[in-house]
């Protein structure tokens, strides 16, 4: 995969599959442009040119001044995991969970969409999660909230197709990155995690971000409208 001379912004890239992927593309010759809330101290050690932004809060009319007139792929990253009950799952969680993962590409992606249209040829990718497709208990708020990202998802791909512009998304299933990390703080959880993938491990940032590069390049130029599962089998296998 060739990314030269192609301008990527990542959105959540201070760490996990937001870092992988930044790592990924920063290798294969990308014009990289990051976003998150922090630098963190690896994400500056690829010296892109970052943009520092809640997506949860109202963007500033400069928030994407140094970003070139064409963009030729963005990448929507940031997700959350809290696992209750549905009985004690508070509203505002269903409120805070739809903010950050549907609401904040929203936000973000409609004043960058001029900037892609340009590029006769961009790609979004956004990430779901395998829940959203497989009843997994405890995880109401953040499967409705990624379904309604495959929803948007779809609806994107058939708006934008005429444009050239393709959108998909990439579904992991429990993934080792920090957002997890309480999940897989002790051997017995990390084993346990494994267990229940068909693969009989758990995914690493890395096998996200080979995904969501694929999708970004010209090697997936026949592809959009897709939600892609990168989850060891989880979704389809018993």
């Avoid at 409705?144 to 579904?171: C, D, M, S, Y």
């Amino acid at each position: 995969m060739d990314f030269a001379q192609k301008n990527i912004l990542i959105v959540g890239a201070s760490s996990g599959i937001g870092l992988a992927t930044a790592k990924l593309l920063h290798g294969l010759g990308a014009q990289l442009f990051t976003a998150s809330r922090h630098l963190s101290p690896e994400l500056a050690e690829l010296h892109t040119t970052h943009l520092e932004l809640d997506a949860t809060q109202p963007l500033s009319p400069t928030a994407f001044d140094a970003l070139p007139d064409t963009l030729h792929g963005f990448v929507y990253c940031p997700g959350s995991i809290k696992l209750r009950p549905f009985e004690r799952i508070p509203l505002d969680d269903f409120r805070a969970d739809f903010e950050l993962n549907v609401l904040g590409a929203v936000q973000l992606l409609q004043p960058l969409m001029k900037r892609l249209k340009k590029a006769e040829g961009a790609s979004v990718v956004l990430f779901s999660t395998v829940a959203a497709t497989t009843g997994m208990s405890f995880h109401a708020s953040i499967a409705t909230a990624k379904a309604a990202l495959e929803g948007l998802t779809r609806a994107l791909a058939a708006e934008f197709a005429p444009q050239n512009i393709r959108v998909n998304a990439v579904a992991p299933s429990l993934t080792n990155t920090p957002l997890a990390a309480p999940l897989l703080n002790t051997p017995e959880k990390a084993e346990g995690g494994a267990k229940r993938h068909p693969l009989q491990r758990i995914g690493q940032p890395e096998d996200l971000a080979y995904m969501a590069s694929f999708l970004l390049s010209d090697h997936g130029s026949f592809i959009t409208g897709q939600v892609m599962p990168v989850d060891g089998g989880m979704g389809r296998l018993k």
